[in-house]
């Protein structure tokens, strides 16, 4: 290529790079199928919505836009310490957790040096911004019921190993490891290494305290720990998430990010969602709930549902009907699920928990197509 026409070439990792796949909108579907009403179970949104207390607050907060927030959010970083027991100053938030995550693999590693492990699947942001940073990414797979084979884990890593990045509840398959082998991963890597746990999900488990090291957070120091607004305080489209972090690394990571990462009305509405009790618990409920109900009439269906704690099912569909076509007929009937072709799993489908209402009319429209 003739970089006179083009103009400057950007780095090869930036020309190369393959962005995120997100789930389909509701708008998109509706347009292509001619649809009025379309349910959209493919992004783990919550299914109730917007806090009402942040829908309050934001209202009355929109005059405030054309402010700068304070920079480093400090109201909202004490708000998620006092929630979470732990020191202000072990906390850093950010423009959803994918900016801690980035944030995280930049300062840390060294590009051409260091290196960053995780299982295959993972999350694929952990991959593409590790990618994008020119740092080498290690993955070990699953094992075949989804579970951690933490030995091949910890033998990816050495002494260029700057993060371990472990998903629990896991995405896409909603399994969750115990807080004891967290531990004991935590002890056995390298001191240089940080174990990043990212809990994006982990609300929504039956025992957080059987399986969050939150609680242990002061035995490890290379322990960090990732959560989010996006899910279980419905927040996902004004992005914010936070990392709980040993303290020097929260103090870089919010120094180096851009000054204004959290905006206004996300700073507003992230701290009436932490005072809406009632609204987190209503979500919880109906999520566990939710999660039962599809997971036995999905199973009743001959589907195979694979055990989640998270606010999604994975499943993979009877034998006759593959998941790429299972997917296709459930758009057609205006139902929006997440196909898991991206993350090698071409045979599985990912659901998200929606309310009640809709969980009872995607069965329907499952046994319609199956039955
Ligand atoms: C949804 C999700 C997040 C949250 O991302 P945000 O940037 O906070 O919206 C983080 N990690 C995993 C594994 C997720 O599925």
Redesign the pocket.
């Known amino acids: 290529m003739n970089s006179r026409n083009n103009g400057p070439e950007p780095r090869a990792a930036a020309s190369s790079f393959s962005p995120y796949v997100p789930g389909l909108s509701i708008d998109e579907i509706k347009e292509q199928y001619g649809l009025s009403r379309v349910i959209k179970l493919a ?2 949104e919550n299914p109730l919505g917007v806090p009402p207390r942040a829908l309050e607050v934001l209202k009355g907060s929109l005059g405030l836009s054309f402010r700068y927030p304070q920079s480093g959010v400090p109201r909202l970083t004490r708000a998620i310490a006092g929630h979470h027991g732990v020191a202000a100053t072990r906390v850093a938030a950010g ?5 801690i ?1 980035d944030l995280l693999i930049r300062v840390l590693a060294e590009p051409g040096r260091h290196n960053v492990i995780a299982f295959k699947p ?2 694929s ?1 952990y991959r593409l911004q590790a990618r994008l940073a020119g740092v080498e990414f290690r993955q070990t797979p699953l094992n075949p019921d989804f579970s951690f084979p933490w030995a091949k884990f910890l033998a990816l890593a050495d002494e260029n190993t700057k993060i371990a990045f472990v ?1 629990s509840p ?2 896409p398959s909603g399994y969750c490891p115990s807080a004891q082998e967290l531990a004991r991963v935590a002890c056995s890597l390298p001191a240089s290494c940080l174990l990043v746990v ?1 809990e ?2 982990m609300d929504f488990c039956d025992e957080e305290g059987a399986h969050s090291l939150l609680p242990r957070l002061e035995e490890f120091p290379n322990l960090a720990i ?1 959560r ?4 279980s305080f419905g927040l ?1 489209g004004l ?3 936070y990392g709980i972090l040993p303290e020097h690394l929260a103090d870089v990571l919010t120094r180096v990010h851009l000054p204004f990462s959290v905006n206004v009305l996300a700073e507003q509405a992230a701290l009436a969602a932490l005072e809406d009790r009632h609204f987190y618990e209503e979500t919880l409920r109906i999520v566990r709930q939710g999660r039962k109900l599809l997971a036995d009439k999905m199973q009743g269906l001959g589907f195979e549902v694979m055990p989640s704690q998270a606010n999604f099912i994975m499943v993979r569909p009877p034998a006759g009907i593959a998941a790429a076509e299972l997917f296709e007929r459930l758009l057609q009937k205006g139902f929006i699920v997440r196909p898991l072709k991206s993350y090698g799993l071409d045979e599985y489908l990912r659901i998200s928990i929606g309310t009640p209402e809709e969980n009872d009319l995607f069965i329907e429209a499952c046994e319609e197509i199956i039955g």
């Open positions: 992004s783990n423009n959803g957790s994918d900016e995550i993972c999350f942001i998903t896991d995405n990212d994006a999900y990732l989010t607004f996006s899910k996902a992005r914010v998430g």
